[in-house]
């Protein structure tokens, strides 16, 4: 039964061959059509999604009122795989609310947290088992995964009213991406991504 936020409660992250939570109410899958011109090979995300829409990651969501005060919890499972040398990731987005921050805490596989503010200051920060992650207010957020074979499996925690603004993440992407290069992960300039001094022009 979904909690109204106002009273304590439990829940479990079953830590099994598959990770789960014990109670959820919201699951949520996002497959690769609906990250259009997210990635970098716009020929190779053609040519995949010509064969199979495949399954890029899916969230799992405790449901709780969506108001300042609260924080919305949930776990992350982002799916192993490339479109043609970049990895597969999440949209990402910045809160609507943007002075809200959120907690990451990494419960399986390797990846990265790819972050960056408005002005373009960005920051990567690597994910493993065990470690946590601040994502700071302001700072947009998308985490992707370097694993051949495993899920990269992340427990978050974010302010009730943060919401998510995918658009500004949509039209310009993140001015880094995470691509492999000689059989590891690297981190690379996105050439599509412009500064924000620049963007308003481009655009007119
Ligand atoms: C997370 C993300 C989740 C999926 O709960 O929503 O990992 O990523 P996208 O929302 O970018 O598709 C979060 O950051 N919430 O604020
Ligand atoms: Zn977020």
């Known amino acids: 039964m979904p909690q109204n936020g106002n009273l304590p409660f439990t829940y479990e992250i079953l830590q099994g061959e598959n990770i789960a939570l014990s109670a959820y109410d919201n699951h949520i899958i996002r497959r690769l059509s609906s990250m259009k011109n997210q990635f970098l090979d716009l020929a190779a995300y053609d040519t995949i999604l010509s064969k199979q829409d495949s399954l890029l990651y899916e969230v799992y969501e405790i449901r709780l009122p969506e108001e300042a005060g609260v924080l919305l919890q949930g776990i992350s499972f982002i799916h192993p795989g490339k479109v043609g040398?970049?990895?597969?990731?999440?949209?990402?987005?910045?809160?609507?609310?943007?002075?809200?921050?959120?907690?990451?805490?990494?419960?399986?596989?390797?990846?990265?947290?790819?972050?960056?503010?408005p002005e373009g200051e960005w920051a990567v920060k690597a994910l493993s088992p065990h470690k946590v992650l601040y994502v700071p207010p302001r700072w947009a957020h998308r985490s992707v995964n370097t694993g051949a074979q495993e899920d990269l499996v992340i427990f978050f925690a974010y302010p009730g009213n943060a919401g998510h603004d995918y658009g500004s993440i949509e039209k310009q992407g993140f001015r880094k991406l995470i691509v492999e290069r000689a059989g590891v992960p690297a981190i690379i300039d996105n050439p599509r991504w412009l500064p924000p001094d620049r963007r308003n022009n481009e655009a007119a």
């Open 85 to 117: 040398d970049e990895y597969f990731m999440t949209k990402g987005h910045f809160h609507a609310v943007i002075e809200t921050a959120e907690v990451y805490y990494c419960l399986r596989g390797t990846g990265y947290m790819v972050m960056e503010t």
